[in-house]
């Protein structure tokens, strides 16, 4: 029996241009899945793409480090921003839970408003969702709803947790970074180590995307269109298929 593979294009809905390449990387490549903030304000323009492209599976990327929570957070935010002092409150002790669960639950609510439909899953940017402190939390959340959770095994926020939500056997962050290393090389790389370790179920994070000038904002913009050449390259698919996994979603899990 073939092993599952989920490729995932986080940060739907950040840029048009993340919009459209997420769409062709699915459309004309090996994308399977994608996951959407909720609070980015080219979201519709996502949901409206996707309609085109029933096949990908969307979940929802839980924001906390950038853009304008859908909720009041006056201890998260700076003049109405989220950002990364959020690690400077984790190391001080004093990540505002309830604010949090507050903004988790009003982002779920606007991707069942926006998309008709509960996500696919749930992860997070820049793996919030793997904090100490949040991981237990946003693990029950995912019960409750009955729906996977990308989970970062290797993280130590999962130990003695006892109910950890549906989710791959193994979470792969490692086919990012600059345009001269992201490959098709790098990818199969990937693939032959989980290989090795005989998962029957693996995720691979990734982040395609043509550019524009929303897109030139973010420190990762020209490595994110190396990505989706890679990603919608002529023998990838075939050489997924050699390998023994079968493309495959969340809901497949």
């Known amino acids: 029996m073939p092993s599952l593979l989920i490729i995932n294009a986080d940060d ?7 919009n459209y390449g997420i769409v062709d990387a699915h459309r004309y490549g090996v994308v399977t899945s994608t996951t959407a903030m ?4 080219n979201i519709q323009h996502a949901a409206e793409l996707a309609i085109q492209v029933p096949t990908l599976a969307i979940g929802m990327h839980f924001v906390l480090t950038t853009g304008t929570p859908l909720t009041v957070m006056p201890t998260l935010t700076r003049e109405g921003k989220l950002g990364k002092w959020l690690w400077e409150l ?9 604010e949090i669960m507050a903004e988790l639950n009003a982002q779920y609510q606007r991707f069942n408003d926006v998309f008709g439909r509960p996500p696919s899953h749930i992860d997070s940017h820049h793996h919030i ?23 970062y095994h290797e993280h130590n926020s999962t130990e ?15 086919f990012y970074g600059e345009p001269s290393s992201v490959s098709e090389a790098l990818f199969l790389s990937i693939l032959d180590r989980s290989t090795k370790q005989g998962y029957q179920s693996i995720e691979i994070m ?6 524009d000038n929303d897109l030139l904002m973010s420190g990762y913009a020209y490595q994110r269109l190396t990505e989706l050449e890679v990603l919608t390259g002529k023998g990838l698919k075939q050489a997924i298929r050699d390998r023994g996994y079968q493309l495959a979603t969340y809901l497949d899990l």
């Open 90 to 98: 984790e190391a001080e002790g004093q990540l505002p839970l309830d």
């Open 12 to 18: 739907f809905g950040l840029s048009k241009s993340v």
């Open 206 to 211: 990734c982040h395609p995307a043509f550019i």
């Open 129 to 151: 969702h793997m904090i100490a402190q949040l991981f237990p939390l946003i693990a029950e959340f995912a019960n409750q709803k009955g729906i996977p959770l990308r989970v």
């Open 38 to 41: 909720m609070n980015m304000q």
């Open 160 to 174: 003695n947790i006892l109910n950890i939500p549906r989710s791959t056997d193994y979470f792969s962050p490692d």
